[in-house]
Structure formats: structure tokens, C-alpha cells
């Protein structure tokens, strides 16, 4: 079955960068939309960034300018590099996909911390 595997998350200075990635395994179907949500403690899941198949990427305001999404469709992995962390980017990091079919993968997470 498809399964994505996040890895990268951990503890990180504020104004620090990570790298997160999610690789996917037993795919049958292309991935098409591919991305990241995040669910800070007390907070409702959100998105965080995405990215087609093709490139286009889409990010929450709040990450704007701080955070890129990218992803090799060859490997079907999707990567968020993460800059001038804090604290409020701190979070359970999901990865998200789904393939052509309209079939929808999640990760089980990857936690980021930020401390204040």
C-alpha cells in the first residue's frame, strides 16, 4: 500500500533553518498534489505549503517568504526547506499527497520544535 514517511523534524534555534522531507513508497498512481500541513498543540491542522506535479506551489500567508516547497517526482519525495524559524512554526509536520485517482496519503508526522 502507499505510505509517506516523513523525516527531517527536530529541535531548531528561532531565526534556524531545517529540511523536512516525506518519501512515498508502494505507489501505483502518480502523485499529483503534494505538501505539508502542520498542527501546533491546541490548534487545528493546517496547510502549510503545496506543489502539482508540475511546480506550482502554494503557501500559507504565514510562511510566506520564509519556507519552500519542492519535490522530485522521480523519487515521488516532497521536501520543505525551512527558514528563520519560530516559535510559531512550531508543530506536528504532515506530509500530503494525492494521485490521480483523487486518493488521499498522509504521513504520520514529524514534530518541529521552536522554542521561545
Known amino acids: 500500500q502507499v505510505q509517506l514517511v516523513e523525516s527531517g523534524g527536530g529541535l531548531v534555534q528561532p531565526g534556524g533553518s531545517l529540511r523536512l522531507s516525506c518519501a512515498g513508497s508502494?505507489?501505483?498512481?502518480?502523485?499529483?498534489?503534494m505538501g505539508w500541513y502542520r498542527q501546533a498543540p491546541g490548534k487545528e491542522r493546517e496547510l502549510v505549503a503545496d506543489?502539482?506535479?508540475?511546480?506550482?506551489?502554494n503557501y500559507a500567508d504565514s510562511v510566506k517568504g520564509r519556507f519552500t516547497i519542492s519535490r522530485d517526482n522521480a523519487e515521488n519525495t516532497v521536501y520543505l526547506q525551512m527558514n528563520s524559524l519560530n516559535p510559531e512554526d512550531t508543530a506536528v509536520y504532515y506530509c500530503?499527497?494525492?494521485?490521480?485517482?483523487?486518493?488521499?496519503?498522509w504521513g504520520k508526522g514529524t514534530l518541529v520544535t521552536v522554542p521561545s
Open positions: 506543489i502539482t506535479r508540475g511546480g506550482s506551489s
Open positions: 500530503y499527497a494525492n494521485d490521480y485517482l483523487a486518493t488521499n496519503y
Open positions: 508502494g505507489i501505483i498512481f502518480s502523485f499529483n498534489v
